[in-house]
């Protein structure tokens, strides 16, 4: 499990509509467990939820994640229009290489955005958006 915070303020950014497909993945997060599908007909692995496997269209099963893994990539966002976003510039948007195999987008959060560099070991957290949609996150893993 990781740590999830509920923000101290209303959430006014965009908000995923949970659906038959992606309800558990959502649910998970506000649990501080991260989601990814595996196919126990191939072993194919993928991110974001779909109702068949990409591989080979078998009906894919969860896999809870260790939630740690690397910017695959990333860019630092310096300007954006919408409130809820523009309070928080300039901050990281990231392609993260989860342990497992498959790339997710998120947030680098906790440091400095200067800081950030392809490779970075990061662990996801979670933000509880709604009652039923904790968002991951991405930070830095302390060095030991
Ligand atoms: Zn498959």
Not at 94 to 105: C, F, N, S, T, Y
Request: net charge negative; glycine share 8%.
């Amino acid at each position: 499990m990781s740590d999830v915070t509920t923000p101290t303020e209303e959430w006014t950014k965009p908000l995923p509509t949970p659906d038959d497909v992606n309800r558990d993945y959502w649910q998970a997060g506000t649990e501080g467990r991260l989601l990814i599908q595996a196919c126990p007909h191939c072993g194919h692995r993928q991110f974001y939820p779909r109702a068949l496997c990409t591989s080979c269209a078998g009906e894919p099963e969860w896999l809870e994640c260790t939630g740690r893994g690397t910017v695959h990539t990333f860019t630092i966002v310096r300007q954006m229009g919408m409130r809820a976003f523009r309070n928080e510039l300039p901050y990281v948007v990231a392609m993260i290489e989860l342990d497992e195999g498959p790339l997710i987008m998120g947030n680098v959060t906790d440091c400095d955005p200067e800081s950030v560099r392809i490779g970075l070991p990061v662990e996801v957290h979670f933000i509880n958006a709604a009652d039923d949609v904790g968002v991951p996150m991405w930070r830095p893993v302390p060095a030991r």
